[in-house]
T-cell receptor, first 116, second 111 residues
Framework: DADVTQTPRNRITKTGKRIMLECSQT?????MYWYRQDPGLGLRLIYY???????NKGEISDGYSVSRQAQAKFSLSLESAIPNQTALYFC???????????????FGPGTRLTVL | AQSVTQLGSHVSVSEGALVLLRCNYS??????LFWYVQYPNQGLQLLLK??????LVKGINGFEAEFKKSETSFHLTKPSAHMSDAAEYFC?????????FGKGTTLSVSS
């Protein structure tokens, strides 16, 4: 079974719709992240959370919001989707503190989102 | 601010040839460095990492990378390419609370 799962894997939606992408992990990690990947731009950080009560904006948080429902769950929402949010979205996790001071991250399989 | 530059968005090699993917970082403090690989329709998988100690790091699938502080580089190599190495490769640096990724290099392997 995958340690980091994302649902849905593919989604097509229309401009203006609200959409939620979900991420769950069984690795027992405290830290969770949302990235988006665009061709030629690599991965860019949207939001990250170091625990249930600690949520932080990343490089490109405008137009997105997140919810950390539990240690194992971290959701990304697009309140009103727009076409330039069409991208591949990845969730990642990492342990905190002394177990991984160098912040190695473990990635889910990705969600391909298309906004028409 | 930390940044990671991958030279060449696309590299093509023949099967059996040397693979060299270039990565440079910018930082006044040597960061922790990573190479990830992304196979088609999959997430990112860690190939190798440099934290401290030995500057030549060996990873999975025969890949290795050498940290060169004087050149601020962390280039990825493999002596002999295999068809299954065709994928996108990302260099990343740990900067405080997050990973900073390069824009990626697509490796194509021809027979």
């Amino acid at each position: 079974d995958a340690d980091v799962t994302q649902t849905p894997r593919n989604r097509i939606t229309k401009t203006g719709k609200r959409i939620m992408l979900e991420c769950s992990q069984t690795k027992g990690h405290d830290r969770m992240y949302w990235y988006r990947q665009d061709p030629g731009l690599g991965l860019r950080l949207i939001y990250y959370s170091f625990d249930v009560k600690d949520i932080n904006k990343g490089e490109i948080s405008d137009g997105y919001s997140v919810s950390r429902q539990a240690q194992a769950k971290f959701s990304l929402s697009l309140e009103s989707a727009i076409p330039n949010q069409t991208a591949l979205y990845f969730c990642a996790t990492s342990p905190k503190g002394a177990r991984a001071p160098y912040n190695e991250q473990f990635f889910g399989p990705g969600t391909r989102l298309t906004v028409l | 601010a930390q940044s990671v530059t991958q030279l060449g968005s696309h590299v093509s090699v023949s099967e059996g040839a040397l693979v060299l993917l270039r990565c440079n970082y910018s930082s006044s403090v040597p960061p922790y460095l990573f190479w990830y690989v992304q196979y088609p329709n999959q997430g990112l998988q860690l190939l190798l990492k440099y934290t401290t100690g030995a500057t030549l790091v060996k990873g999975i699938n025969g890949f290795e990378a050498e940290f060169k502080k004087s050149e601020t580089s962390f280039h990825l190599t493999k002596p002999s390419a295999h068809m299954s190495d065709a994928a996108e490769y990302f260099c990343a640096a740990a900067s405080g609370t997050a990973l900073i990724f390069g824009k990626g290099t697509t490796l194509s392997v021809s027979s």
